[in-house]
C-alpha cells in the first residue's frame, strides 16, 4: 500500500475519535479502505456514515446492497471488496453462476428479477454513462423509485471506495488470491 497502514497507537486524537466511531458501529474493526481514509479523519468520519447508509440502511434489501457492491467491485477489478462481499452475496442468495460471469467481466443472467434489473441498470450506466428510458423503467418497476436512487448511492460509494484502494495500491493480503488475476495475468 502506498500509504502507511496506521495502528491504534500511531493516531492522534482526532484520529483516534473516528476509530472509535468505526469499531463502534456494525462493521466491528477497521479494514480494508478505511486505513486509507484514516490519513484523513474528516473524510473517515464522512465516508463510513456514507458507507453506514449505503450498505446497512438503503431501501435495497441486503441480497441486492451486496450485488451492487460487487458490480463495482467488478467494474473496477477491486479485490479487496469482491473478497470480503462475495461470500455475503451468496449468503443472500445471489446465484453463484451469475456472480462468476460477473467477476469475469461476461454479460450475467440473474435468476430474481430484481437483480437482473438492478445488473441491466448498472450495467447501461456505467458502460453508456446514461441510463436508456426503457432501462430506467425496469428499475423502477423492480426497485421503486427509491431502490433506484439507492442503486445509484451504492454504486457511487463503492465506486469511491474502489478508486481509493487501487490509487493506493491496496491488494489482497499475502496468500489470498486477487479474483480478478485471471490466469495469472
Known amino acids: ?6 495502528s491504534y497507537d500511531d493516531l492522534s486524537p482526532d484520529q483516534k475519535k473516528v476509530w472509535d466511531e468505526v ?18 479523519p474528516e473524510l473517515l468520519s464522512r465516508g463510513q456514515n ?24 467488478a467494474h473496477w477489478h477491486c ?11 451468496r449468503e ?14 461476461l454479460p450475467a443472467v440473474f435468476k430474481q428479477e430484481d437483480e437482473q434489473a438492478m445488473y441491466d441498470f448498472a450495467q447501461e450506466l456505467l458502460r453508456t454513462h446514461e441510463v436508456s428510458d426503457a432501462c430506467y423503467a425496469r428499475a423502477r418497476a423492480a426497485l421503486g423509485e427509491r431502490g433506484v436512487l439507492d442503486v445509484v448511492a451504492v454504486l457511487g460509494y463503492y465506486s469511491m471506495i474502489a478508486m481509493a484502494m487501487k490509487a493506493f495500491a491496496m491488494i489482497p493480503e499475502p496468500g489470498v488470491a486477487n479474483p480478478f488475476d485471471f490466469d495469472g495475468r
Not at 1 to 6: A, H, Q, Y
Not at 79 to 89: F, L, M, Y
Not at 92 to 105: C, S
Request: net charge positive; hydrophobic share 45%.
Open 1 to 6: 500500500m502506498r500509504l502507511k497502514k496506521l
Open 23 to 40: 469499531v463502534a458501529g456494525p462493521r466491528k474493526k477497521m479494514h480494508g479502505p478505511f486505513f486509507i481514509w484514516l490519513h484523513s
Open 50 to 73: 456514507l458507507g453506514l447508509y449505503a450498505r446497512f440502511h438503503s431501501s435495497l434489501p441486503p441480497r441486492l446492497s451486496e450485488l451492487c457492491i460487487l458490480i463495482m467491485s
Open 79 to 89: 479485490a479487496g471488496e469482491w473478497i470480503d462481499h462475495e461470500p455475503i452475496a
Open 92 to 105: 443472500h442468495g445471489v446465484d453463484g453462476a451469475a456472480l462468476e460471469k460477473l467477476r469475469r467481466g
